[in-house]
Every structure is written in structure tokens, then in C-alpha cells.
């Protein structure tokens, strides 16, 4: 089995696929880049998050072409990208939910620890969304490469 399909078989497990088309996207991502150099389990948990709806499936598509005909040979400019996003999202009256997957997906990038700021006024969905990235992170790091 590899990774790929070791991959799911642990977030299927983990009851962590919100729905078919979560299942489906991520799939599809997996089956498209799992192979190419800038590939990595941190990027495996962007792709989970961002197989979580259409628009942000669609947005990941969108850097990963930019990454493979760049010839990327890691992500750091998907994570200026996140870096980026994120900050013009601060810079809004009201810190929104996609500030922190934005967030997530940065520490995802750079495998570090993720904390929401104390205080912070979250969205319940996107305070979901983020616990079940932190719960399919754990498992997606059981999966050697």
C-alpha cells in the first residue's frame, strides 16, 4: 500500500471526510502532486483542508499548477502566498475564520504547532474546521512517506 492509500485509509478511520466530495477532492490532489518534489506531509494536510469545500479546492489547484510549472522543488511560495492572504484578512475590522486556516495551513507548511490566540472570536464552523484539520494532521503524520 502506498502512502496515498495509506493516507486515507487513516482519515476514513479517523471518520475525518466530512462527506464524499471531501473524500473525493483530496483524492484527486493526492493522485495529482503525491509524486512531485515539493510533496510533503505538511502539504498533505493543506490538501486536506482544502479539499473541504469547492472554492478552496479550487484555490489549492490554482497554486499547485503555479508550483509544477514553476518546477518548485519545495512549497515556499505557496507559503508566502498563505502569508500573504492571511495578512490582508488582519488587516479587516474582524479577524475571519480564513485568517486562521490561512494560519493552519502556514504552520501545516512549516510543521510547527498551531494555537488559536486567546480571546480570539471564531466562527463555530471555522473552529470545526480547524479541529478536524488538527485531528486529520495527527493521523496524516502516522502515514510514512
Known amino acids: 500500500m502506498n502512502f496515498k492509500e495509506r493516507c486515507i485509509q487513516e482519515l476514513d478511520e479517523g471518520r475525518l471526510f466530512e462527506n464524499s466530495g471531501h473524500r473525493t477532492r483530496f483524492k484527486e490532489l ?7 518534489p515539493f510533496f510533503s506531509k505538511g502539504l498533505c494536510k493543506c490538501m486536506y483542508l482544502s ?4 472554492e478552496h479546492f479550487a484555490m489549492m489547484l490554482g497554486v499547485l499548477t ?8 519545495d512549497t515556499m511560495e505557496m507559503r508566502l502566498q498563505g502569508e500573504q492572504m492571511a495578512k490582508e484578512h488582519r488587516g479587516r475590522e474582524h479577524i475571519d ?3 486562521y486556516i490561512y494560519q493552519l495551513s502556514n504552520a501545516f507548511l512549516d510543521n510547527r504547532e498551531f494555537h488559536i490566540e486567546e480571546g ?5 464552523e471555522y473552529e470545526y474546521i480547524i ?4 485531528a486529520a494532521a495527527e493521523r496524516i503524520e502516522k502515514v510514512n512517506i
Open 97 to 99: 475564520g480564513d485568517t
Open 131 to 134: 479541529r478536524r484539520g488538527l
Open 120 to 124: 480570539a472570536q471564531i466562527e463555530p
Open 30 to 36: 493526492l493522485d495529482c502532486y503525491e509524486n512531485y
Open 66 to 73: 503555479e508550483l509544477t510549472l514553476g518546477r518548485e522543488k
Open 51 to 54: 479539499a473541504w469545500d469547492e
